[in-house]
């Protein structure tokens, strides 16, 4: 089959996949080391809830296999119409081998819509054939089935870390860690190809972000963020990683730069840890691996950080909002002010995020005034499954493009406003955009204009003094939805490399 991809980090798990044509069918080849049950899935958000599911098997009386859907995190439920082929289903060297059919194109409501976005893919197995519980045997990742992208295979495998040290988290809810580095030295200019997480902590690590720092930031630390030291200036993203992402692979035609005119430049690895039950004494070494090399390809890949601003501002949601919505604009016009001539920007990955309240992000794409496109759409968001999705085909962004990241909220839980602010608890509304060919701009980001008279002011104030109270329409905010662009001022923000 032409298209393969690990759906977990221990290649455990191994899904292979083909298709003739859009209006056909679509074949699956399950890989498992397991002799047991197997499973695989689609789902809405990750979860069990409302998944399309087949489980199959090599048991002691051959083989067995049926199509269910599931309506929570219970046993799933066979459907009435049984809409995937078994092809055939085979052990051998501990590996369960199933392959299976269906219709790109179900009719049945019971079945998942297979469509030319990414789609989250669940699987599951067990150690016997007897179908029970699968524990910790269970994962998700979200890939483009229709428009997937093949990735090159390479033998030497060079990389550089971008790690802390064995550092010891306080026992804050909260705490930023920065590490300004240099890397060793690379001769002549480089490409990177993969990131790679590397998680020492999963339940305390939220996201790592690695910076390019300005020529003017010339010496290391390794101490918290944001104390006003000279590392805060170290904008340009090179690379990003959120709680529930894997490893991710670029096309191969194009790399993150590297060494050559970027020798002598510092990086700053920030680390954002979540501890919600303040544990005191715990160390970590987490980071990112970064692989490299010398096999320059076409592109030269930059990342574009776009969303609402949540520094300095003073912007709350309400409590017992069922929906909120709210977003940020950048406004590529300007953008040839700083780089001219602007070429076309092809955007062919995204990572979308918001924190516990956020339930969909959506990325406009806006030319003329009118929404051409989504760049990205995630109408089930997910916190626990944050990772780059590639887009499959490429989005091109021209001069005086607008890019709206529009997110929505449920605050039906809280009893006090929830901030934009670096807290999990907090919230952002952001997206990561990775394109080429890379330019100098990093940051594109907006202010709320929080004094407009649409504005309800009654929630933006402190937080801690805002208590339970019936919330107004959740629509009156710095813009709810794209059709009141005067709400969000023309307050933008880029920062250069």
């Not at 003094?465 to 662009?485: F, T």
Request: glycine letters at 8%; one cysteine or more; aromatic letters at 12%.
């Amino acid at each position: 089959m032409p298209f393969m991809e690990y759906l977990d980090q221990n290649h455990l798990v191994c899904l292979k996949w083909g298709f003739d044509n859009l209006q056909g069918n679509i074949t699956f080849k399950l890989l498992v080391n397991t002799t047991g049950w197997v499973g695989f899935g689609f789902s809405p958000n990750g979860g069990m809830r409302g998944s399309d599911i087949v489980m199959g098997g090599l048991g002691p009386s051959g083989s067995y296999f049926a199509d269910y859907h599931a309506t929570g995190n219970s046993m799933p439920l066979v459907d009435e119409q049984q809409s995937y082929t078994l092809l055939s289903m085979n052990e051998s060297d501990g590996q369960t081998i199933m392959t299976f059919q269906r219709s790109i194109q179900s009719c049945d409501d019971q079945d998942f819509h297979i469509t030319a976005q990414p789609i989250k893919l669940i699987y599951a197995y067990g150690p016997t054939d007897q179908i029970t519980y699968h524990q910790a045997r269970r994962g998700t990742k979200e890939v483009n089935l229709l428009n997937y992208m093949p990735r090159t295979t390479f033998t030497n495998l060079n990389y550089l870390n971008a790690t802390v040290d064995n550092i010891t988290i306080p026992s804050n809810q909260t705490y930023y860690h920065c590490k300004v580095m240099k890397f060793p030295p690379l001769h002549g200019k480089h490409h990177i190809y993969k990131i790679e997480p590397v998680i020492e902590h999963l339940d305390i690590v939220h996201h790592m972000l690695l910076y390019r720092c300005p020529k003017f930031v010339m010496e290391p630390y390794d101490k918290p963020c944001y104390m006003g030291d000279i590392g805060d200036y170290c904008f340009g993203v090179v690379a990003a990683w959120a709680v529930g992402g894997g490893a991710f692979e670029l096309p191969e035609n194009a790399g993150i730069p590297i060494g050559g005119d970027f020798s002598d430049t510092f990086y700053r690895l920030e680390i954002h840890y979540n501890n919600p039950n303040k544990e005191a004494g715990r160390t970590d070494g987490s980071g990112l691996k970064l692989y490299y090399t010398a096999q320059l390809r076409q592109h030269d890949v930059g990342i574009l950080f776009t969303g609402l601003a949540f520094d300095h501002m003073l912007y709350n949601i309400p409590p017992k909002a069922t929906q909120f919505h709210t977003y940020g604009v950048c406004n590529t016009t300007l953008f040839s002010q700083l780089v001219n001539p602007l070429p076309d920007l092809q955007v062919f990955a995204v990572l979308l995020h918001t924190h516990l309240t956020g339930r969909k992000i959506r990325l406009g794409h806006y030319r003329n005034g009118k929404q051409i496109d989504f760049l990205a759409l995630d109408e089930n968001y997910n916190f626990e499954m944050q990772q780059f999705i590639n887009l499959g085909n490429i989005k091109t962004i021209k001069l005086g493009d607008e890019i709206a990241v529009e997110c929505t909220y449920s605050t039906t839980n809280r009893t006090r406003a929830t901030k934009m602010g670096l807290a999990t608890t907090d919230e952002m509304c952001l997206a990561f955009l990775l394109y080429y060919p890379a330019i100098k701009i990093t940051t594109c980001v907006s202010y709320p204009n929080t004094t407009h008279p649409m504005m309800n002011t009654a929630y933006q104030k402190n937080p801690e003094d805002v208590q339970e109270r019936h919330p107004v329409a959740a629509a009156v905010n710095a813009g709810s939805g794209l059709v009141l662009p005067s709400l969000a001022t023309r307050e933008f923000d880029y920062r250069t490399i």
